[in-house]
């Protein structure tokens, strides 16, 4: 069982920086597909940023050139900086876990076992 707490969502203006951290309870295996959802009232979760095997990232088009997804396997961390923020990045924001590795890790959440509370971000125009 994983435990995660994601932490850093705030309320920024547009084009303003947040860095959302997702800390483990325990090891995340190296390589394991990590990634980062976001969701508002009445829509369904979609992926944001994945992150796999030998660091292979996948980014959602609405974030490429913005956002930046790393995990420090020393901290049991995952972290999501985002850049450029715009209004309809407003969000809650979930990491998620699962139990194998890809170089293409997956934006279907039915692919992970694992998820956090969530931690909202909030973009004023």
């Known amino acids: 069982q994983v435990q995660l707490v994601e932490s850093g969502g705030d309320s920024v203006q547009a084009g303003g920086s947040l860095r959302l951290s997702c800390a483990g309870s325990?090891?995340?295996?190296?390589?394991?597909?990590l990634a980062w959802f976001r969701q508002t009232p009445g829509k369904e979760r979609d992926g944001v940023a994945s992150i796999g095997l030998a660091g292979s990232t996948r980014y959602a088009d609405s974030v490429k050139g913005r956002f930046t997804i790393s995990a420090d396997n020393a901290k049991n961390t995952l972290y999501l900086q985002m850049n450029s923020l715009k209004p309809e990045d407003t969000a809650m924001y979930y990491c998620?876990?699962?139990?194998?590795?890809?170089?293409?890790?997956?934006?279907?959440?039915?692919?992970?076992?694992?998820w956090g509370k969530g931690t909202q971000v909030t973009v004023s125009s």
């Open positions: 325990r090891l995340i295996v190296s390589g394991d597909c």
């Open positions: 998620a876990v699962a139990s194998f590795g890809s170089f293409a890790c997956p934006f279907t959440h039915g692919s992970y076992n694992y």
